[in-house]
């Protein structure tokens, strides 16, 4: 039932998911205490975990899944990939993962393998994250991948999906969610926006794609990222090496202005600019995932508008 108001809100009013990224620890409660430490659960409607970000070892995005369902009974978006994973590990997860009420996956292809911090990582990818998103439409259907029944049908299990949030031609992007939506996304979740007229396009672009169809794939949603950026050189970052992601220039002149005077004005500039741009995206699409790298204070801040 739970999983159900999750979709219902996703679908018919405002939503807003918090990203919690596990970290290179043997233990996940500290995080789990942070964001208890907040009072901002009553404003989101459920999490998601990354599942090795940047293919960096990181603590399991299933067992961090469980013990936030457990710790405040909202639903979570556990991630998978299929970098790390073949058919039979997915799914023996997916199994693992509905007996304990985790009902929503963000399915993703995964980073490169090449760029891990761990020696001569291989990836396993049999596909991309279309194959996962395959498999959930037959556990939805009350088999396995191979076309087996279970005995005890799985809970309904809810997939998500990512997509860059620009690119020079959006019809690259159109592409992408047009598959996406076609395999059974009920929500895409866009990389960071930082630009009002970015969000706008990307929108346009997302509903010319969900409107060609008219069953219940045209109730897919967009969902808009939020990464609130505080410091000139994570502005530069994003700007140059992540793919996917625009950060306008006028931030990057602000912030490098601010930050010429301390790095408290540098951190207001990028905060004021973020809780701004927030603000806006969901006077315009209320449809919004947090990403604050664990920093529930910024959260906090967001949320509190």
Known sequence: ?????????????????????????????????????????????????????????????????????????????????????NKLALQ?????????????VLCLTGDPARISDQPDTKAVLEGNSILLLQMIYSFNNGM???GKLFKTAPKPIYPFSVINSYAKNF???????????????????SQPVFDMDNARKLHKSFYAMSSLFDDSRANCQLVFGVFA???????????????????????????????KISEEEEYKV???LSVNLYKDIKKFHDKTHIMTADNFDIAKILLDG
């Open 270 to 272: 990028g905060l004021q």
């Open 1 to 85: 039932m739970i999983y159900k108001e999750f979709i219902d809100a996703l679908q018919h009013s405002s939503f807003t998911t918090l990203e919690t990224t596990p970290r290179h620890e043997p233990v996940f409660d500290d995080i789990i205490e942070s964001i208890k430490s907040k009072n901002i659960t009553d404003k989101i409607d459920g999490f998601t975990t990354t599942d090795n970000p940047l293919s960096r070892l990181k603590y399991s995005s299933l067992l961090a899944s469980i013990k936030l369902r457990q710790a405040f009974d909202k639903p979570v978006m556990t991630t998978m990939t299929m970098r790390d994973r």
């Open 92 to 104: 023996s997860d997916l199994l693992g993962a509905n007996d304990f009420d985790i009902c929503s």
């Open 144 to 146: 396995d991948y191979s």
């Open 171 to 189: 019809k690259t992007l159109e592409k992408k969610m047009l598959q996406k939506i076609r395999h059974g996304s009920v929500g895409i979740i």
């Open 229 to 259: 950026i505080t410091r000139l050189r994570t502005a530069q970052f994003l700007s140059s090496h992540v793919p996917g992601i625009d950060v306008p220039m006028s931030w990057i002149d602000r912030l490098s202005r601010a930050a």
